[in-house]
């Protein structure tokens, strides 16, 4: 039970480290018209991180259950 709160935790805060870096490499090589939109970049930060969170609790239900 521990084993899987640690490694849930970790997997939320990696996915939420990982999408706030992809936002900002995205905005530094980024198409031009991408660049200037923050919702653009917002929306891929989000999607991005909703699909390694999934990814990730899918790895902890693999692991765990």
């Known amino acids: 039970l521990r084993w ?3 490694y849930t ?4 805060a990696a996915a939420l480290h990982a999408a706030i870096g992809v936002r900002a490499v995205v ?4 198409p031009v018209g991408l660049v200037g939109s923050a919702r653009a970049l917002d929306a891929i930060m989000w999607a ?3 699909v390694l969170l ?3 609790l ?3 239900a693999a ?3």
């Open 4 to 6: 899987g709160g640690f």
């Open 54 to 56: 999934a990814f990730g």
């Open 48 to 50: 991005f991180g909703l």
């Open 27 to 30: 905005h530094e090589w980024g």
């Open 9 to 12: 935790v970790f997997v939320a």
């Open 63 to 65: 692991v765990v259950l």
């Open 58 to 60: 899918r790895a902890v």
